[in-house]
């Protein structure tokens, strides 16, 4: 296939076969994850804009210190680092059920769906108690505004911020802050349960035998592409939130 | 089946399912060992992350920080767009379709980061809006 391709730009480009090699439906799966990228990055950029003409800011390692049954204990990033393990070992999982799917082993695609599966849900679990436990503390969409809150404001800030900076601009910071924390790993959130659903729909097909009768299971790539995205784009919003 | 649209052809030769190779076979055992070993370097640029995130970015100068950073995060993408995703697999041209779009991208961040920056050193130096 692939010589005759690179022969002449004609044959190639004369229709009638994909130029690429690759089937339809696994072109526009990357295309959409194309655009999805373009998504997430705009929101990005958006707060990396934001921070970059704010005077004074939260702190990622003052914000984010807690740990699910450890109580009081100060564990900065300790949290995320285990979500961004959890959601890269899924990841691993999935391309060992595409790799089963080209080896034509359905119980090796069932098993390693359902690892994949199970990842994805403790992702989620970890997020909603993230999100919970920021709750708890006054953070949400829309804190901070008038002097709400304002008992948990110190807390989110470097023990040396400016106190000037800080009593002039913190709950205003701290407001905008979250109104994008909330937001993006919302949005990224929905993507990680979307594709939990779509991957229950793929195993439940897997196990009827669907994709034995069609002879490939090209569907558990296409599905493993947008998993790896929503990987993708944690990988990028733990650096953007967490990191810099 | 082999009812398909007129624009789209036949594409059963398209499906990646004609790979047929045997799932104890030693190429098949070749792959899985690289996909755990990809594994093992995404871990350790992770755990390195979270170090610098912890013990050094209090110290140096935040710029080499968030370069640091932005390297590694840089570096994971490319390790599972490249080998997670087989995008290393495909044609060339294909690639380029996926790369040359992201790495224009990065203007855009870079452009954005600069002019939010700039604002807030225009609001700091000048009173008159």
Redesign the interface.
């Known amino acids: 296939?692939?010589t005759v391709?690179l022969e002449s730009n004609k044959k190639v480009w004369g229709?009638?076969?994909?130029?690429?090699?690759?089937?339809?439906g696994?072109?526009m799966m990357?295309y959409f994850l194309?655009s999805d990228?373009?998504t997430f990055?705009a929101f990005l950029?958006?707060y990396?804009?934001?921070?970059?003409?704010?005077?004074i800011w939260p702190d990622?390692?003052s914000v984010f210190k807690s740990f699910p049954f450890c109580g009081d204990m100060n564990l900065?990033?300790m949290f995320v680092?285990l979500m961004?393990?959890i959601l890269?070992?899924s990841?691993?999982t999935?391309?060992?059920a595409?790799?089963?799917?080209?080896?034509?082993?359905k119980n090796?695609v069932i098993k390693w769906m359902v690892w994949t599966i199970i990842g994805g849900i403790a992702f989620l679990s970890c997020q909603a108690w993230e999100w919970m436990h920021l709750h708890h503390h006054n953070a949400w969409w829309g804190a901070f505004r008038n002097g709400a809150g304002a008992e948990s404001l110190p807390h989110f800030f470097r023990h040396d911020v400016d106190p000037v900076l800080f009593a002039s601009g913190g709950a205003d910071a701290a407001h905008k802050f979250f109104n994008f924390f909330f937001t993006i790993t919302g949005f990224h959130g929905a993507h990680v349960a979307s594709g939990v659903v779509l991957n229950i729909i793929i195993l439940l097909n897997t196990i009827n035998g669907t994709y034995e009768k069609?002879?490939?299971?090209?569907m558990v790539?296409k599905v493993?592409?947008y998993w790896?995205?929503v990987?993708?784009v944690w990988?990028?919003v733990f650096?953007c939130f967490?990191?810099? | 089946m082999s009812e398909f649209s007129h624009y789209e052809a036949d594409q059963s030769a398209l499906y990646s399912g004609e790979h047929h190779q045997d799932a104890n076979s030693p190429d098949s055992k070749a792959k899985v060992k690289k996909i755990w070993m990809i594994t093992l370097y995404l871990t350790i640029i992770t755990i390195v992350e979270v170090l610098v995130g912890l013990y050094v970015s209090g110290h140096m100068s935040k710029m080499y920080v968030n370069s640091g950073f932005i390297i590694m995060t840089i570096l994971k993408a490319y390790l599972i767009v490249k080998v997670f995703m087989h995008l290393g697999d495909e044609f060339k041209n294909m690639i380029l379709t996926i790369l040359i779009p992201l790495v224009l991208f990065v203007w855009f961040i870079i452009a954005f980061l600069m002019d939010g920056s700039f604002w807030l050193w225009i609001n700091h130096h000048f009173t008159i809006r």
Not at chain 1, 48 to 55: A, D, I, N, P
Not at chain 1, 214 to 218: L, N, S, V
Request: proline share 3%; glycine share 12%; charged share 10%.
């Open positions: 296939m692939s391709a229709g009638g076969q994909s130029p690429f090699n690759l089937s339809y696994k072109i990357w194309m990228a373009f990055g950029i958006s990396g804009t934001t921070r970059f003409f704010s005077s990622a390692n900065p990033l680092s961004t393990f890269i070992i990841s691993v999935m391309v060992l595409v790799h089963a799917g080209h080896c034509r082993d090796g069609r002879g490939h299971y090209e790539e493993g592409l790896h995205f990987d993708l990988v990028f650096t967490y990191l810099l």
